[in-house]
Nanobody, 124 residues
Framework: QVQLVQSGGGSVQAGGSLRLSCAVS????????MAWFRQVPGKEREGVAA???????TRVDSVKGRFKISKDDAKNALYLVMDQLKPEDTAIYYC??????????????????WGQGTQVTVSA
């Protein structure tokens, strides 16, 4: 059984930093991409950043230069370091795994496995 367990997050003032972690257990037959998404109540889940099996990354424009996605294959872990946080970054953040080659598009429907979500709150 595949499980994604998230840790990190919390509350920070604008300009601050947070780090999210996602521990992956279980066998994923195809895992070309892993990613982070975020969701604000009443809005659709938004892709934030993705990383492929070779370590190449993609990020949405709103977080470029501020967020960094990385992974540790030895630990089966996925990370998101968020710097220069803004109030508009406030959301529930989710890690996701198991996407095929289309994972770079950061569409939630391409990811079958999800973490439990963690709240990130950025105050002005």
């Amino acid at each position: 059984q595949v499980q994604l367990v998230q840790s990190g997050g919390g509350s920070v003032q604008a300009g601050g930093s947070l780090r999210l972690s996602c521990a992956v257990s279980g066998y994923i037959e195809r895992n070309d991409y892993m990613a982070w998404f975020r969701q604000v109540p009443g809005k659709e889940r938004e892709g934030v950043a993705a990383i492929d099996s070779y370590g190449y990354t993609t990020r949405v424009d709103s977080v470029k230069g501020r967020f960094k996605i990385s992974k540790d294959d030895a630990k089966n872990a996925l990370y998101l370091v968020m710097d220069q946080l803004k109030p508009e970054d406030t959301a529930i953040y989710y890690c996701a795994a198991g996407a095929g080659l289309s994972g770079w598009r950061l569409q939630s429907r391409d990811y079958p496995y999800w973490g439990q979500g963690t709240q990130v709150t950025v105050s002005a």
